[in-house]
């Protein structure tokens, strides 16, 4: 249980670092604790605040099949930014971006670090 949280906390700070790498408007400070600190921060936004949003607008992420959901997450990541002084986003689009990317990077990783637990038993 442990080793799955703490996996799934690099996971997503190697998401969030690769996010700020990429994207041009998404910024981080203060090195590696700054990142681990970015991770465990919106793990903790989106798994406290994302969940009570997402319940709330059930009914408008499945009337737009699931887009809503995007709004959702890039508030999140704006309101971490706003949060840490780790973490700077320029607009609502690098944050719109930064929210998808970190999705695609964290289920990629998440598929291949499962993928390479199973093969090894």
Do not use: C, E
Request: charged share 10%.
């Amino acid at each position: 249980m442990v080793k799955q949280l703490l996996a799934s906390w690099l996971i997503l700070a190697i998401a969030v670092a690769v996010t700020a790498w990429l994207l041009p408007g998404v910024d981080l400070h203060g090195g590696v604790a700054g990142v681990l600190w970015i991770a465990l921060l919106f793990g903790l936004v989106n798994a406290i605040l994302g969940t009570v949003l997402r319940i709330l607008t059930l009914p408008l992420i499945l009337l737009t099949f699931g887009l809503f959901a995007l709004l959702v997450n890039t508030l999140m990541i704006a309101i971490t930014a706003g949060l840490s002084s780790d973490l700077d986003i320029d607009s609502f689009w690098a944050a719109f971006w930064a929210a998808i990317l970190i999705s695609i990077i964290s289920t990629v990783l998440t598929y291949l670090f499962r993928r390479d637990r199973a093969a090894a038993f």
